[in-house]
Structure formats: structure tokens, C-alpha cells
């Protein structure tokens, strides 16, 4: 997103369950960046199917992630509570 600033983190969920399917999660080094993001995103359509933008109250998202998925251990599958981390290439 170089139109709306520098990102600072992006995660991906990899988890299927209903609440995290689909999550994206982007940190702009300034916050106005991530209001220009959001603007711009709102109303539009993904593979026909609506992006819902909306800020995140979390700053720290290590705490909301699976440890054990990054040890290849979480018993939880895609199903887990915690954000399964997809590897970006």
C-alpha cells in the first residue's frame, strides 16, 4: 500500500474457523496512513465479495497469535482461537 503509507507489519490468518477466515491485519507506521487505507477500502468488493474494513483495538499482535502453531504443535488445527500466522513470500 505505497498510496497510504508505510507498513509497518502484515498478518494473514490461516485459520478456518468463521471469526478468523480471512483476516488481514496491516500496521501503517502512522495512524493517518491507516485512516487513508481504510477509506479507501471501504465499499469495495474482493472475488465478488465485500471487504469489511475497521480498525483494531490490538497494538500487539504476538499476544494474539498461536505459539504453538509456530512450533508446528497447536492440536486446534485451523480451528484454534488464536491467529494462525500464514507465511508471506
Given at each position: 500500500?505505497?498510496?497510504h503509507g508505510e507498513i509497518e507489519n502484515l498478518n494473514v490468518c490461516d485459520n478456518i474457523a468463521d471469526h478468523l477466515v480471512g483476516n488481514v491485519y496491516i500496521k501503517f507506521?502512522?495512524?493517518?496512513?491507516?485512516?487513508?487505507?481504510?477509506?479507501?477500502?471501504?465499499?469495495?468488493?474482493?472475488?465478488?465479495?465485500?471487504?469489511?474494513?475497521?480498525?483494531?483495538?490490538?497494538?500487539?499482535?504476538?499476544?494474539?497469535?498461536?505459539?504453538?502453531?509456530?512450533?508446528?504443535?497447536?492440536?486446534?488445527?485451523?480451528?484454534?482461537?488464536?491467529?494462525?500466522?500464514?507465511?508471506?513470500?
Amino acid at each position: 500500500c505505497p498510496q497510504h503509507g508505510e507498513i509497518e507489519n502484515l498478518n494473514v490468518c490461516d485459520n478456518i474457523a468463521d471469526h478468523l477466515v480471512g483476516n488481514v491485519y496491516i500496521k501503517f507506521r502512522e495512524e493517518e496512513s491507516a485512516q487513508k487505507a481504510l477509506n479507501a477500502l471501504q465499499g469495495r468488493f474482493y472475488d465478488a465479495r465485500p471487504i469489511v474494513v475497521e480498525f483494531s483495538p490490538v497494538t500487539d499482535f504476538r499476544e494474539s497469535t498461536c505459539r504453538q502453531y509456530e512450533e508446528n504443535t497447536c492440536n486446534r488445527g485451523g480451528y484454534c482461537n488464536f491467529m494462525h500466522i500464514k507465511p508471506i513470500s
